[in-house]
T-cell receptor, first 116, second 109 residues
Framework: GAVVSQHPSWVICKSGTSVKIECRSLDFQATTMFWYRQFPKQSLMLMATSNEGSKATYEQGVEKDKFLINHASLTLSTLTVTSAHPEDSSFYIC????????????FGPGTRLTVL | QKEVEQNSGPLSVPEGAIASLNCTYSDRGSQSFFWYRQYSGKSPELIMFIYSNGDKEDGRFTAQLNKASQYVSLLIRDSQPSDSATYLCAVTTGNQFYFGTGTSLTVIP
């Protein structure tokens, strides 16, 4: 199957700093990528849809000014958590559908963010 | 009503038994159905997908789809402790992809 990578796999930062997470589709192009957040023992929560060449679409309740998304190319989307706070500590996962695969989502391995 | 609903569990089965996981969805126009497995601290991995009514078997896993009842299930035969995980049902409707909240499965040795 298709491969999606994320970098970094884990990050620890101080409160008030910004953190950038990269999501790459390694062997296919993705005009759309999805960003999820998952708190411990809870389900995946869709944060936003990243669209190459246009603005991201955010889910209700997700602050677009805090979670900046940039879909720079057909293989790269970035999520920047600005002015991070301890409540932003979570597991962030991206996914991308591969064209022709009936919308099957291929997931990145996730990024564990801890804000001190 | 949520797009995709699953019983959150936890579901416990003894090793070697059949585990049955269920999922219902609200949109009759949904086209594709997926089962993902997620281990704690890891991202989801695809187990099976099914598009047509009926059963689809892959090793110890069988997916069952009933579009009239808007119901999709996953059976795991000969359950192993390594099958202990959260199982996510996902449904595509148009260009939208919806996840259920997941069912936690524990296989007891």
């Amino acid at each position: 199957g298709a491969v999606v990578s994320q970098h970094p796999s884990w990050v620890i930062c101080k409160s008030g700093t910004s953190v950038k997470i990269e999501c790459r589709s390694l062997d296919f192009q993705a005009t759309t990528m999805f960003w999820y957040r998952q708190f411990p023992k809870q389900s995946l929560m869709l944060m936003a849809t990243s669209n190459e060449g246009s603005k991201a679409t955010y889910e209700q309740g997700v602050e677009k000014d805090k979670f900046l998304i940039n879909h720079a190319s057909l293989t790269l989307s970035t999520l920047t958590v600005t002015s991070a706070h301890p409540e932003d500590s979570s597991f962030y996962i991206c996914s991308a559908p591969q064209a022709g695969a009936r919308n099957e989502q291929f997931f990145g391995p996730g990024t564990r963010l801890t804000v001190l | 009503q949520k797009e995709v609903e699953q019983n959150s569990g936890p579901l416990s089965v003894p090793e070697g038994a059949i585990a049955s996981l269920n999922c219902t969805y609200s949109d009759r126009g949904s086209q594709s159905f997926f089962w993902y497995r997620q281990y704690s601290g890891k991202s989801p991995e695809l187990i099976m997908f099914i598009y047509s009514n009926g059963d689809k078997e892959d090793g110890r896993f069988t997916a069952q789809l009933n579009k009239a009842s808007q119901y999709v299930s996953l059976l795991i035969r000969d359950s192993q402790p390594s099958d202990s995980a959260t199982y996510l049902c996902a449904v595509t409707t148009g260009n939208q992809f919806y996840f259920g909240t997941g069912t936690s499965l524990t296989v007891i040795p």
